[in-house]
């Protein structure tokens, strides 16, 4: 049985479903998949740093109350030494999940380079570092026969980046339009419901929805730097972040949305990419009050969806969860699957 060993960058929603996976299912994961997980180290600002090669007992760290931290177990520190952790764990495969800067990609950046240099794969639901230094990253990861994955950077677990590339490879992409952040889905829909909307942020914060900086959502950073990835991961087109106009939900108000829906619309936030007859490509991001018929205008909560405009197929498009704590986990196995089906170690 072929065994990965794990380090996880930044231990928060979505690397501790990551974690409660391992620990619950990992006799169904083996005897589907053919190999076993095994987290031999964990580094978090809040918790410190725990590097244990023999293997991590998750149960025990997932039942570490609130507050309470590395320092005093074998192994652990109370600092979160990433750059030593990555570089010195004998993991096989370094799962960053830490926050995302949309402005630098740090520190998640150096987390996805150091890791690379020292010989380990890299899996990541971190748009950051994919969104301004992909293609970088990606000839890194070469140059050490490594891999680096990232399905869960656009639409959670849904897959739409591997299905783009592999499924949809033979056709000409004219465009790419899309839902592509969960909690401005959930929020218009609870602004339509007659929330407030701070109430209705901390309704996708609570949910695990949210970035750790909810301006990030609401403000369109988050559907840019998804933008940003399809059109380098799709269209083959490099446009830098800042590049990209970005208008947000924020001007949107409960009354608007009524008044909307009233007339048949429903406001949704679009992230597209569009390649222009004479071969330009053009990418934003705003909100747009589509009508009925449209087929993103019924996509709801925290859900997302995305429509390729092909030469061959006409339109495809593919919709599940965009966000969401489990579903993003989820994002990263599928990664860790990839590495195994390219040939792992
Ligand atoms: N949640 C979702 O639905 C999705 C999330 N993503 C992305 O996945 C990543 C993780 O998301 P999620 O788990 O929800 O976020 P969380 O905020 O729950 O978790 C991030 C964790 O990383 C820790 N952290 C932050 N900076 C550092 C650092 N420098 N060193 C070590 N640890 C650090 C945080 O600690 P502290 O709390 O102290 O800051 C926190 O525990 C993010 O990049 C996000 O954008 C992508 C798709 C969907
Ligand atoms: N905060 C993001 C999480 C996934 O990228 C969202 O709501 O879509």
Redesign the pocket.
Known sequence: MRCYDLAL????????ALAELIRDDSARLEATLGFSLRVVAI????LGSLLQPEGIDLAEVLAMPRGANFSGMPGGDRD?D?ERVIRESAADIVVE????NPATGE??LSHVRSALQSGKHVV?????PVALAGAELAELAGVHGRRFEFE??VM?GTPVIRFAQTQLAGTRIASVTGILN?TSNYILGRLGDGLALQEAIGEAQAL?????DPTADIGGS?VRLKVAILAEQVMGVRIPVEQIPTTGITEITGAEVTAAAAEGKRWKLLGTVERHEDGTVEARVAPVALGEEHPLAGVSGATNAVTFDTDLLGQVTVSGP????V??AY?LLSDIIAIDRAGGR
């Open positions: 960058i930044g231990f928060g929603g979505v690397a501790r580094t978090d600002l809040n979160a990433n999940a830490t926050f995302t520190p998640a990541t639901t971190n748009k950051g869960g950077a959670s969960g695990g929805y949210a970035e750790a988050d965009g966000a969401g704590r579903e993003t994002a």
